[in-house]
């Protein structure tokens, strides 16, 4: 049993890094040739994973440990993986993702950077088709002007927010969320030595 909730990341870096999370035995361990021996109230330290396109968290052991009845510590690693109480390899958990805010609102800002780009004013040069030799100046501040500026302002600031919320949506990958209390099997991928107060058959 899960003593605790866990929120398995899914990105590609989780499976060098994964996320610890406690279990307690509830029952006997049933070992070959109808064996089971008493590994009630022990832990189990493992550590994990999830899994996008399964909805699993894909649990391994990594330690044991006992109390025995003469008070003697047993305390071992452990390989091993979790099955969940459909069968299946892992534990099915919800996919909690918070990536369509983001992208909604750097949708948002997209839209309000290219609606600025409607109040523009492309600047004109004026043309002397007369005789005389003056030379003609136009005045850069003028309301047009203004508002041309402050539209681009606009835009470049809503550009650069669609951005950091693209970037923030990016590293806000989706998680497997499992709760604590869930029941799981443990099955060993090899054998190991412990030293038990007792084997029942």
Not at 62 to 68: A, N, V
Not at 90 to 110: I, Y
Not at 131 to 144: A, E, I, K, R, Y
Not at 150 to 159: F, K, L, R, Y
């Amino acid at each position: 049993m899960l003593l605790n909730g866990i929120d398995m990341p899914t990105g590609q870096n989780a499976r060098k890094d994964p996320v610890p999370a406690l279990i307690r035995v509830k029952h006997q361990a049933i070992l070959p040739n109808r064996v089971r021996a008493d590994l009630r109230e022990c832990f189990l330290l493992v550590g994990g994973f999830g899994d996008l396109a399964s909805e699993r968290a894909y649990l391994r052991g990594e330690t044991f440990s006992c109390i025995r009845n003469d008070g003697g510590v047993i305390e071992i690693p452990i390989d091993g993986y979790a099955v969940g109480e459909d069968g299946k390899v892992g534990v099915r958990g919800r996919v909690v993702s918070k990536q369509g805010v983001l992208l909604a609102k750097a949708l948002q800002a997209g839209f309000l950077q290219s609606f600025s780009q409607i109040f523009n004013r492309m600047p004109t040069i004026p043309v002397n088709t007369g005789t005389g030799t003056d030379v003609q100046f136009q005045s850069m501040l003028t309301p047009q002007a203004l508002s041309a500026a402050s539209a681009q302002g606009v835009g470049g600031a809503m550009d650069r927010l669609a951005n950091y919320y693209l970037d923030m949506a990016e590293q806000l990958l989706p998680v497997i969320e499992v709760d604590a209390g869930r029941g799981a099997e443990f099955i060993l991928n090899r054998g190991v030595s412990m030293k038990l107060a007792d084997v029942v058959e």
